[in-house]
Nanobody, 122 residues
Framework: QVQLVESGGGLVQAGGSLRLSCAAS????????MGWFRQAPGKEREFVAA??????SYADSVKGRCTISRDNAKNTVYLQMNSLKPEDTAVYYC?????????????????WGQGTQVTVSS
């Protein structure tokens, strides 16, 4: 099982930017589909973005504002978030899907990080 550690969260004003990072250890990182999910207080965990070895997928709510990328040499996946809105406030989780497929359902992901808080003030 792969271990995941997120970083880069924080407090930012609306319209600002943050770059989240997720460092992976163990397993074969380059073969995994890596995803970002978020969970706001009182809400279910929701898909944000994912990147496989050949495809990228975004939730409609972040499309055009977020960019997911990966550096297989560093075993790291990133989420660049721009034009942040107060509704983006949530705990952001990194997750790994060992199947080499693009899947956006959280139940497909085998390993999860501890999460990093993103707070966007209005």
């Amino acid at each position: 099982q792969v271990q995941l550690v997120e970083s880069g969260g924080g407090l930012v004003q609306a319209g600002g930017s943050l770059r989240l990072s997720c460092a992976a250890s163990g397993g074969t990182f380059s073969s995994y589909t890596m995803g970002w999910f978020r969970q706001a207080p009182g809400k279910e965990r929701e898909f944000v973005a994912a990147i496989s070895w050949r495809t990228i997928s975004y939730a409609d709510s972040v499309k055009g504002r977020c960019t997911i990328s990966r550096d297989n040499a560093k075993n790291t996946v990133y989420l660049q978030m721009n034009s942040l809105k107060p509704e983006d406030t949530a705990v952001y989780y990194c997750a790994a899907d060992t199947a080499q497929r693009m899947r956006t359902g959280s139940h497909f992901y085998d390993s999860w990080g501890q999460g990093t808080q993103v707070t966007v003030s209005s």
